[in-house]
């Protein structure tokens, strides 16, 4: 099936410790993006990419890092300079030409 | 100021009514406006994406932009209890988000049947 694939679906993190969450599509997106769901917030973007091996930082982007290395993979880390990493992390994607975006299923990240 | 308002909810309404959710912004230079509705535990899901002012439909759903008030509207027509979920608001000054999307919070609509 086509779409854009987050995994895992749920994800625990010691203290000090890195995770890297997966997002994979296979719609042949050019852009691709990092969101943080926060409860009864709206999305805030944490960074995105518009070409392979080229990403931007969006509003909240301390403590996190990319790669964009092949076109159908963005993963995202969370560092352990995140000092509030617990949230819902949503990816999505978008084609050229003004296209919209579209989102994976999300990872729910928590502490233990 | 915020950038996006959007009343959380939740909002209440039998089924078969018609809904009427809002977004306000300050952010004159957004041009891409876009519906979504959010499941729990899961991805949001695109409704509606429209450019600029005017109406746009699409079966029981009808988006209205008004750029001069600064204000956007999603109306369901004949709504049913699958409608129940979270409905984001989110808008873009380039096309497709190219520099990402500002999102309202979010309304909670729920549908009794």
């Known amino acids: 099936d086509g779409g854009i694939t987050q995994s895992p679906k749920y994800l625990f993190r010691k203290e000090g410790q890195n995770v890297t969450l997966s997002c994979e599509q296979n719609l042949n997106h050019d852009a691709m993006y990092w969101y943080r769901q926060d409860p009864g917030q709206g999305l805030r973007l944490i960074y995105y990419s518009q070409i392979v091996n080229d990403f931007q930082k969006g509003d909240i982007a301390e403590g996190y890092s990319v790669s964009r290395e092949k076109k159908e993979s963005f993963p995202l880390t969370v560092t352990s300079a995140q000092k509030n990493p617990t949230a819902f992390y949503l990816c999505?994607?978008?084609?050229?030409?003004?296209?919209?975006?579209?989102f994976g299923d999300g990872t729910r990240l928590s502490i233990l | 100021q915020k950038e996006v308002e959007q009343d959380p909810g939740p909002l209440s309404v039998p089924e078969g009514a018609i809904v009427s959710l809002n977004c306000t912004y300050s952010?004159?230079?957004?041009?891409?406006f876009m519906w979504y509705r959010q499941y729990s535990r899961k991805g949001p899901e695109l409704l509606m994406y429209t450019y600029s002012s005017g109406n746009k439909e699409d079966g029981r759903f009808t988006a209205q932009v008004d750029k001069s008030s600064k204000y956007i509207s999603l109306f369901i027509r004949d709504s049913q209890p699958s409608d129940s979920a979270t409905y984001l608001c989110?808008?873009?000054?380039?096309?497709?988000?190219?520099?990402?999307?500002?999102f309202g919070k979010g309304t909670h609509l729920i549908i009794q049947p």
């Open positions: 952010n004159s230079a957004f041009q891409y």
């Open positions: 989110a808008m873009s000054e380039r096309g497709g988000g190219a520099d990402g999307l500002t």
């Open positions: 999505a994607g978008a084609g050229t030409g003004g296209q919209p975006q579209h």
